[in-house]
C-alpha cells in the first residue's frame, strides 16, 4: 500500500465501513476502492474532495506526507453548518496569503453561501458599506460575534 491508499484505509476502518461500504457511499465499484488502498490506482482529482470529506479529513492529509489529522473535526454536512451561519455576523480569518485586507478584524454579516463562494456584509473604512463575495477555500475560520441582546 502507499501512503494515500493507507489513510484511506485508516480512516475507512476507524468509521467501521467495509470497502463496499464506503464504496456505495462515494458512488464507485468495491473494486475501486480495493485499487486505491491497494496503491495501484489513484483516485480521480474530482473525488479527492468527496473522499476527504466523508472521511472527516482535509486534502492536505490525504495527499501530502507527513501531514496528520490531529485536531480534525469529522463534519458530514458541512453546507448544513455553513446554513446556520446565515444571518450571523463573524469575523474571518484567512490563510496566510489569502486574507481579503478590507475585512482584517471587521465585523461582517454572512448573507448567503453558492456553491464554494460567501456573501457577506461589512462597514469597511473609508469605503462605508460593502458587499463581497469570499471563496471558502481562503477562510480558515469564522468567530460568531457577540450578539447585542
Request: proline share 1%; net charge negative.
Amino acid at each position: 500500500m502507499n501512503e494515500l491508499g493507507n489513510k484511506i484505509a485508516k480512516k475507512r476502518k476507524d468509521l467501521g465501513l467495509t470497502q463496499a461500504e464506503f464504496a456505495e457511499e462515494l458512488m464507485v465499484t468495491r473494486q475501486t476502492v480495493s485499487r486505491w488502498e491497494a496503491g495501484t490506482v489513484m483516485p480521480d482529482i474530482d473525488k479527492i474532495g468527496d473522499i476527504a470529506s466523508y472521511l472527516g479529513v482535509s486534502c492536505d492529509y490525504l495527499l501530502k506526507d507527513g501531514i496528520t489529522d490531529e485536531g480534525t473535526v469529522t463534519v458530514r454536512n458541512v453546507g448544513k453548518i455553513l446554513s446556520n451561519m446565515k444571518g450571523k455576523t463573524v469575523k474571518l480569518n484567512f490563510f496566510d496569503g489569502e486574507a481579503d485586507i478590507d475585512l482584517y478584524d471587521t465585523a461582517c454579516k454572512v448573507l448567503d453561501f453558492e456553491g464554494s463562494w460567501m456573501k457577506v456584509s461589512a462597514e469597511i473604512k473609508h469605503k462605508g458599506h460593502q458587499e463581497k463575495l469570499i471563496p471558502l477555500a481562503s477562510v480558515s475560520s469564522m468567530e460568531i460575534c457577540e450578539e447585542e441582546a
